[in-house]
């Protein structure tokens, strides 16, 4: 008897807790947010409307399609999306009163690293620490590093070139040797890990991604770094929109589901990824070797100084920089080259700025020779703006006495976001937001439009790596196009996309061949 009070009890509180407290809630609408048009019905009362759509793959597009109704939408019950490209400076600018979001607390590990911190004081201890690293007079440092990776990619796409295509005609399937979509992350893998570790992973020169998986009790395994990576992105995006209930969450998609379970399987591996990257670096550093990495940044300042950090917060900084310093880059080196081969005019304008830069026999392009071409930075930006890597609207939450933003006043605690996805799609700013037009970054104009660029977020929690990423995105795509003609495989082709917390497109096989006017050379 008193099992079934207490069971009809556990019911009827887990009822009143899920639907009648929310329903309450809702109603009473303390923030004043129900005058704001909701993402879907049950928006305004339950975040599993937005977890809904995360399993369907593309939240950004649901949220810009909601839009179009209005500036404001309310994506859950505490959470609102804004649109206008007035709200990027009231939510991420450098005088924003907003905070990241719980989001990122919920996705951290057991330390904080510099992407996820919240506290602002902590955030610029860390950021100062890791600037001098990331810092753009630091980038020649860098750049030897980028061009040995780059020069392995060209052996690799040397080795798998074609005989020129006929006019007229698609490549047959067994001429299409490149998966882009595959070589372009190895390449940003293979790159962050030299410039942040030293280490040399040879994911260029054996065409795979198969590195070392250290568990803590530091059994070891081989993996492969990008389905780990993209398992972890997977789940953890689909799940992490209630924040109260992330953890709960995990706990029940373990139970419940096979794919699930899976997926945080590769979030061990993930983690163990990490944790192997930065035992070997620390040994390399303990028997006395001298590296000049970002790994050197974390360990001690430029005089020397320790930094005297926890273990498991150097862990976490070499997490973050293999994860957001390799997927971002590789998505935008995709997206680019598959924008130029869908729109040829720009593709020929681009060549012909790049053959008058560059000497025919020269394989790897200089950073010095194409870091000013204008054309080839405005094919760069119109890519991440039509396609941003990271497209989901990075939540920030506004201080308890509440903020202006956008011209409202929204609540203390609030969640508040914008997608660069819908920003960049502003037709008041962007005319044409659907066309590849990279004739509008070029000039005064073009200068114009960088406030409202915001594939790498903007203000004091803007990307720090953004330098590294145009100079790895400038020297392989002038290299690779100086070099080769490629081709997708029919002209109508598009790649899948799934968006995690970055808008990811599956793979893209190009036949490849060599110049006519360089073989020829
Ligand atoms: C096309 C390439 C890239 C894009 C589109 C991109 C985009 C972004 C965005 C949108 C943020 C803000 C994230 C947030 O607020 O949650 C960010 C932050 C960050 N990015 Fe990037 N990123 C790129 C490349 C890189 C690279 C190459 C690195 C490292 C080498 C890097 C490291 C970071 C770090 C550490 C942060 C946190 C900065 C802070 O909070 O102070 N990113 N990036």
Redesign the pocket.
Same mark, same amino acid.
């Given at each position: 008897m008193l099992g079934v009070a207490a069971l009809v009890s556990s019911i009827a509180l887990t009822l009143c807790y899920f639907i009648l407290v929310p329903f309450i809630n809702y109603f009473r609408d303390p923030k004043g947010l129900r005058k704001y048009p909701k993402l879907s019905f049950w928006s305004g009362i339950s975040d599993l409307p937005f977890i809904y759509e995360s399993h369907r793959g593309f939240r950004s597009n649901a949220v810009l399609k909601a839009h179009r109704q209005s500036p404001v939408v309310r994506i859950g019950p505490n959470a609102l999306s804004f649109s206008s490209p007035k709200a990027i400076k009231d939510i991420y600018g450098h005088n924003t009163a907003c905070t990241?979001d719980l989001f990122y607390q919920e996705l951290a590990g057991s330390h904080f690293h +510099? #992407?996820d911190v919240i506290d602002k004081s902590d955030?610029a201890r860390k %950021?100062k620490m890791l600037s001098s690293a990331?810092a753009i007079k630091n980038l020649e440092g860098w750049e030897h590093k980028v061009a040995d990776m780059t020069g392995r990619m060209i052996r690799a796409f040397d080795a798998r070139c074609m005989a020129p295509l006929v006019k007229g005609q698609d490549p047959s399937q067994q001429d299409l040797t490149v998966d882009y979509r595959m070589w372009s992350n190895l390449f940003t893998v293979a790159a =962050?890990a030299n410039i942040?570790l030293s280490e040399d992973l040879g994911f260029l020169d054996r065409g795979d991604d198969l590195i070392t998986s250290e568990a803590a009790d530091g059994t070891l395994k081989q993996v492969h770094f990008r389905e780990c990576l993209s398992a972890t992105a997977w789940a953890q995006s689909n799940l992490v929109w209630s924040y109260s209930w992330y953890k709960r969450f995990v706990t029940l998609s373990n139970l419940v589901s096979p794919t699930y379970r899976q997926k945080w399987r590769l979030n061990k591996d993930w983690d163990g990824i990490v944790r192997n990257r930065a035992t070997t670096r620390f040994k390399r550093y303990q028997a006395g070797e001298k590296l000049d990495d970002f790994f050197t940044a974390i360990l001690h300042d430029k005089a020397g100084t320790p930094n005297n950090l926890e273990w498991g917060e150097m862990v976490a900084e070499v997490s !973050?920089?293999m994860n @957001?310093?390799s997927d $971002? $880059?590789a998505i #935008?080196m995709n997206n680019v080259m598959f924008l130029l081969l869908k729109h040829p005019a720009c593709l020929n304008k681009l060549r012909e700025e790049l053959d008058g830069a560059l000497d025919d026999d020269e394989d790897v392009a200089p950073y010095d020779k194409v870091k000013h071409l204008p054309y080839l930075r405005a094919c760069l930006d119109e890519s991440?703006r039509l396609l941003?890597? $990271?497209t989901f609207g +990075?939540p920030r939450r506004t201080p308890a006495e509440g903020a202006p933003v956008d011209g409202d006043f929204i609540a203390g605690h609030t969640s508040v976001s914008i997608s &660069?996805y819908i920003a960049h799609r502003d037709p008041t700013v962007f005319p044409e937001p659907e066309q590849y037009r990279p004739e509008r970054w070029l000039g005064d104009a073009g200068k114009e439009l960088q406030p409202y660029f915001i @594939?790498? &977020?903007a203000g004091a %929690?803007?990307? !720090?790596? %953004?330098n =590294?990423?145009y100079l790895e995105?400038m020297v392989v795509l002038a290299s690779l196009l100086h070099r080769y003609e490629f081709a997708l495989p029919h002209a109508r082709w598009e790649p899948t996309r799934r968006e995690n917390f970055n808008l990811s497109p599956g793979p893209m096989p190009l036949k490849i061949w060599k110049r006519k006017c360089l073989s020829d050379a």
């Open positions: 990241k +510099l #992407a955030h %950021r990331y =962050i942040g !973050i920089m @957001a310093g $971002t $880059t #935008a991440m941003p890597p $990271t +990075l &660069s @594939a790498f &977020s %929690r803007g990307c !720090i790596g %953004r =590294i990423s995105q």
